[in-house]
């Protein structure tokens, strides 16, 4: 009989859970793991959809609920939150014991989550190292959790280069592609009419999806242009616009009332959504022409529909990006001319097949193949890793 191995996973938020569902559904299934499911953070909070509900639709199950004290945007409130989960986190993974963990990105959560770990000698399999984004704290998160990991699943060639240039082992990086892709290819999608009954609005002759995050560094000019850029979208005819609420980033409220404020006096043309889940999220993408803002959604997934996406700002400058994506910069560019373009009959043409840098074939089997033949006797202590010349 297989001894299965013991896995813990934490998944905040449901951008994080969309990317890592199929992948706990494959490994709640196997014979070869005991998986461990811990939700926290934006999972919890009713403001953003109370979306743990999501995974216990999915019959994924949960191991524990660990909430976190967020009462604020401040950056105190966040480096607070993140002292508390460090507590809670270690407290729940000492009774767990796992063989190993499973660390997705870079959020606040997943660092507590790998600084616990680190201490309780546990080992860490991190998914999406190496990649970079210029206006986010994230950065340093992604970068800090790549050094305290011992098994690296990295999107692209690029990335995985950019982890062993950090000092770690090219035995142990593993270039296995984005997982939300592979979540595209076997998921069934909903229908136009499905969509609007859920949504209770209908889609319009043009439709757009809209999601702007904070940008947690830097002097960022994001809320003072917001308006102006949401000026520009109101001037479109026959065209709908649906918006998904912010990230628990600091500097959110502002951009969350806003949005609000313009969608209450668009009611028409314009909807606010909490949360949609992967399968609705995608199913819309099916139906909309653009997709603006600054989520890694919109670089990473977008491109596999062949539609444009006009990133704002820097939040994901740094990142891999296909032909489809069109950048928005804050301090030199004039958005009219960008929204202009991307709804254009030859930029349309131009992406039409173009090549998205995070597909690779069987991500999910890639990466299950791994985690059943690794072996951490040795424990977590590693080597800097140097390249001889």
Known sequence: ???????????????????????????????????????????????????????IKDKINIYKKVKLPIYGDKVSDISRATGYAIDKFTIEL????????????????????????????????????GESTYALIDDSIRHSITKMANIHFVSNKFY??????????????FVTGSLALDN????????????????DFEFGDKNIIFTLHPETLGNSSLQKKLKSILENLKKLKNTKIIFTVPNVDMGNKHI??????????????????????????????????LVIGNSSSGIIEVPSFNIPTIN???????????????????TKDNFERKLKKALSKSFIKKIY?????????????????????????????????EKKN
């Open 1 to 55: 009989m297989i001894k299965k191995k013991k896995v813990c996973v934490i998944t905040g938020s449901r951008a994080d859970y969309g990317i890592l569902s199929i992948l706990l559904k494959e490994l709640q299934i196997s014979n070869h793991f005991d998986l461990k499911v811990i939700v926290t953070c934006m999972h919890l909070i009713p403001k953003y959809g109370n979306t743990y509900k999501e995974i």
């Open 94 to 129: 000492n009774k767990i014991n796992p063989d190993f963990v499973i660390i997705l990105g870079d959020r606040f959560e997943a660092l507590s989550f790998a600084i616990s770990s680190l201490f309780l000698k546990i080992p860490i399999v991190h998914i999406h190292g």
């Open 160 to 173: 995985g280069k950019r982890v062993i240039s950090m000092g770690e082992d090219p035995k142990n990086v």
């Open 184 to 199: 595209m290819k076997k998921m069934k999608y909903f229908s136009k009419k499905y969509i609007e009954n859920k949504l």
């Open 256 to 289: 969350y009332k806003i949005i609000k404020d313009f969608t209450k006096k668009n009611k028409i043309n314009s909807i606010l959504v909490k949360s949609m889940g992967q399968e609705l999220y995608f199913s819309v993408l099916k139906f909309v022409n």
């Open 312 to 330: 704002i700002g820097n939040r994901q400058r740094g990142r891999l990006k296909s032909k489809s994506v069109i950048d928005y910069d804050l």
């Open 353 to 385: 097949k173009s090549k998205n840098p995070y597909y690779k074939k069987n991500s999910t089997k890639l990466m299950i193949s791994v985690m059943k033949k690794i072996n951490f006797n040795n424990g977590t202590q590693k080597k800097f890793y």
